[in-house]
């Protein structure tokens, strides 16, 4: 038996999936962008006036996305501290590694508390975002 999770105070999916789904005592996250939850925009996009993608800040997505994943958690009853698993997807593994590997250990300082990390560069995320994030995390059961 699962459950599925909505957490109004994050961004919609862009698609018809719940923002995680709880399984016992695990708690699966979709994957989980940096769009701003009030207007849907993109933090640190800057377009054209045609609408084309001419820059953007990967800082301000990593902090964003990581804000994500906190509301998500936090409307499963879930912690920052119960993750275990992230598997991250960027656009541009090479131009954006090195800026979202210090924003994660501005997040996530203490090696033994940090969660599993897989970092995979991939061409191209649903929306204009040059980052997601995909999690696991455990849920406490009887005051563990």
């Known amino acids: 038996m699962s459950e599925a ?3 109004d105070a994050a961004p919609r999916p862009v698609g018809l999936y719940p923002h995680a789904r709880r399984v016992g005592e695990l708690l699966f996250l979709s994957g989980i962008g940096p769009r701003d939850p009030a207007s849907n925009g993109i933090p640190g996009n800057v377009h054209d006036a045609d609408g084309s993608l001419l ?3 990967i800082g301000l997505q990593c902090r964003a996305v990581f804000a994500n994943v906190r509301t998500v958690l936090e409307a499963s009853g879930a912690s920052w501290d119960d993750l275990v698993d992230v598997t991250v997807y960027l656009t541009d593994m090479a131009r954006d590694f ?3 590997n210090a924003v994660w250990a501005e ?3 203490d090696i033994d508390r940090a969660p599993c990390r897989t970092t995979l560069g991939i061409t191209a995320l649903p929306t204009p975002i040059a980052i997601e994030l995909k ?3 455990r849920l406490a059961r009887g005051g563990e």
Request: charge should be neutral; proline fraction near 7%; hydrophobic fraction near 55%.
């Open 55 to 57: 820059a953007y800040d």
């Open 107 to 109: 997040f996530f300082p």
């Open 98 to 100: 090195t800026a979202y």
């Open 5 to 7: 999770i909505r957490a």
């Open 135 to 137: 999690c696991v995390a």
